[in-house]
């Protein structure tokens, strides 16, 4: 049985393995490519002092600064699904957005909505506008 589990567990890993190779394989061409869930070049861009969610305070007024950032930006049906899911990290008051928008209007949008929140002067605006898919 212990042997089931290892194999059973090994095999598994292994199809995670290739599965994550074919993704950031380089050499992958056409649609493929074009939908690759790749962030490799993002991931190595953000090591080292970027802010990432990690940061996010953990103090009352930074939590309850960051929902009312997200409740706003859920609750516009207007923006994408990236807009979405962009990232709002805030520290100490600070608010910083990061990750991809559909247009600026967007970055633009969502940039409004948290000094709505936070204050004017305290976001960080670092949304960027994807390029067409």
Known sequence: MKKLCVLS???????????????????????AAEKAPDNTGRNVRDRGDTVTSGDQSESKADLATTQ???????????LSTDAHNVKIITAEGAVMLRGPVKSDDERKKIGAMAEQVAGTGRVQNHLEVAPPK
């Not at 950032?69 to 516009?76: E, F, N, T």
């Open 68 to 78: 009312k950032i997200r409740q706003a930006v859920v609750a516009d049906d207007s």
């Open 9 to 31: 567990l090994a095999v598994a890993l292994g199809g995670w393995s290739v599965a994550t190779t074919w993704a950031a394989d380089p050499s992958t061409k056409g649609e």
